[in-house]
């Protein structure tokens, strides 16, 4: 019989498969699409995925070689995930076995078993023959274990250990007496959370919650995307735990999907405490090891529910019958650099091949899923009001060129914080730039700290006093002269450590605590702070953009937006989306509880229409207007975008080849596409190398994929390919 050709997926930077014959060893009923092999590959071994069986190969025969062993016997991937991952392979058109690489353990990439297995001991065909060797009458130990083993069947270590303290050597000695065999037997796998007991019935339900409930649990078995548009504080989680509650109860499992690691364990107790069964969590914090237990927990169907980040959306389930995205309008779901997949959109594609409902989750839905409702293709679900009647904040401008200024802080704002402290709440400051100050300024020369290997200033940390690039990396200390002219420098401009030591200086009474990537370095450090927060010791919160993405703080009642001119008058089509999102969501951390709360965006353009319309019209009006801008642009989500990025140490490479990938599409002959460019990045130098870039533009999905697919195999064999380092992203969500 004719061993079957493997198209095997390999982890490596190829778009293509590679041929290799079954294993003469293997039975050809055995292979399964989604199953592991080994397999040569140049002078090493490597694991690879089988995802076609063919009867034969283009590859001359006297060059194909041979499959080495078959690590599984039941498919790593079932039949929906690997489709989903050959769709999306092509779909981004990045090399398939970096794509299933994506969506395996490290552990599973490097060969480990994927069921849990233990070890056990059992009589062999000898001791029950009698054939084994002798057992001398005085070795009571050793007779005793037979004895176990025959009455009971095998055991395992905790089973013998019982029977002796020194059982392994007494297993040892029937080993190579011939008595026992060591053989290994598949266990449940459980997550890596202990199991959830729900403890808790949970509040009631609102109007509105109940309704979106409802609407979700009656999709059940039925692909159907839901938007549900709450504003915060408004209970969607207690939506996502109902919803849940009644997947489980069916016996089925939920999938959910959280933007940042930091509110995974946050999500993890709140569902611990609600949903009976065990829970699995997977993000890029855990060690391999967590990871594959929760990994086998999920595809086992022992976690009744999978909780995770961005790469959550590939875990295997047994019984899949909910997906849910939390903050889905958040960045973080987009995977920038490798295999660039938005989870979010592939939750979606996941969900249809499944057949079940998803939640897309989110105070300021992103504009892609506004226009996916307005088109008929989502069902909108709201929660205007949060619950328990807490009001919603008051929003107010503060124009900075009509107050002074006082180290970052309008005297108005300076006055307001005094009165809320006085008053027994908390106040949030919000300043999405981390560090002491922006730029080291020379006040005789006019030199700015540069980064040597960036277009860009190093940022000051006065802590640890040294300039750092946030682009690069780059590490330096500050110095205490000008190189230039040898005067004194000083920092310019505020980071978040900048504004914790003014507030300090002002408000010496109060605790304070930071909130960004700098101050919460260490592990466990976030979580001690937050204990702070909740617990009332601290009464100043200073922070990032960490702040802004789902934490509850019942106690803040007044949020004060720092520089929120920063994202009025970005470059990207997408930057007042992103301003507005995070000022809606940064504000909502106020006035969550019985306080009523307040918030104050501190600007020198009160009269820009974004922060006009969330002011006096909310996100709705600002998303409704911004639709209308996008439409009328023909920009996402109204056209479809692609960007081609090059870069080399040099500037001439990079633009050469984008020019003679701009010439090919040409000689693709498919209409309906627009190239811009090529033209340099925003920031063109960046960790040594100059970058530039190409944009395509088409009004619809089709005719850019019909590029794509013509246009990469010639960008791969284009005579400048090998002098840059270049990369595809489709549906970019930055063109930097």
Known sequence: MTRPILGVAIDA??????????PASIEPARLQPGQRVWVPFGRRKAVGVIVELR????????????????????????????????????????????????????ALRNGADAVASAERWTLSAAARTGDAAPIGTRATRLRGLVDYLAAHGPGG??????LSPRWRDHVRELEQRGWVLRVREGVVAT????????????????????????????????????????????????????????????????????????LTPQLVARFAARIPGPLAVLHSGLTDTDRLQAWRAARAGSAAVVIGTRSAVFAPLARPGLIVIDEEHDASYKQQDGFRYSARDLALARAQRHGIPIVLGSATPSLESLERIRAGRAQRLDLPKRTAGARPPSLH??????????????????????RHLDAGGQVLIYLNRRGYAPTLFCPGCGWVAPC?????????????????????????????????????????????????????????????????????????????????VHSGEVRLLVGTQMLTKGHHFPLVTLVVVLNADQGLFGTDFRAAERLAQTIVQVSGRAGRAEKPGEVLIQTEYPE??????????????????????REQAHWPPFARVAVLRAEAPGREAPLAFLEHAKELVATCAVAGVEVLGPAAAPMERRAGHYRAQLLLHAATHSPLQRLLARW?????????????????????????
Not at 399 to 418: E, K, S
Not at 608 to 629: K, N, R, T
Not at 712 to 736: H, N, Q, T, Y
């Open 13 to 22: 930077p190829l778009r293509r498969l590679f041929d290799y014959r079954a």
């Open 157 to 162: 270590a905790a089973e013998l250990g019982a």
């Open 608 to 629: 820009h229409p974004l922060l006009q319309q969330l002011v006096h019209g909310g996100y709705d009006a600002f998303a409704a207007a911004a639709l209308v801008e």
């Open 191 to 262: 997550g890596t959370t202990t199991t959830a007991v729900a403890r808790e019935p949970g509040p009631e339900l609102t109007p509105e919650q109940d309704a979106a409930v409802g609407a979700i649990v009656a999709a059940h078995g039925c692909y159907t995307p839901f938007v549900l548009h709450g504003v915060t504080g408004s209970g969607k989680t207690e939506v996502y735990l109902r919803a849940i509650g009644a997947v489980v109860a069916h016996g089925e499992q939920a999938l959910v999907l959280v933007p940042e690691i930091s």
């Open 397 to 418: 401008l503060i124009d900075l060129r009509a107050h002074a200024d006082t180290q970052g802080f309008a005297t108005p704002t300076l006055l307001t914080i005094r």
């Open 55 to 106: 009867q034969r190969s283009e590859v001359p025969d006297t060059r194909l070689k041979s499959a080495l062993a078959l690590i599984d016997e039941i498919p790593v991937l079932d039949a929906i995930l690997l489709d989903l991952l050959r769709w999306s392979a092509e779909y981004y058109r990045h090399p398939p076995g970096e794509v299933i690489a994506a969506a395996l353990p490290v």
């Open 712 to 736: 990469v195999p010639l960008l791969e064999e284009a005579p400048g390919a090998r002098k840059v380092r270049w990369a595809l992203d489709v549906d970019p969500l930055e063109l930097f």
């Open 452 to 532: 040597p290997r960036c277009d860009a200033r190093l940022t000051v940390h006065q802590r640890e006093r040294s300039l750092d690039c946030h682009h690069c990396g780059t590490h330096r200390p500050i110095p205490e002269t000008c190189p230039d002219c040898g005067e004194a420098v000083k920092p310019v401009g505020q980071g978040t450590e900048r504004i914790e030591e003014t507030l300090a200086g002002f408000f010496p009474e109060f605790a304070l605590a930071r909130i960004d990537r700098d101050a919460v370095r260490k592990r466990g450090s976030l979580e001690q702070t937050l204990e702070r």
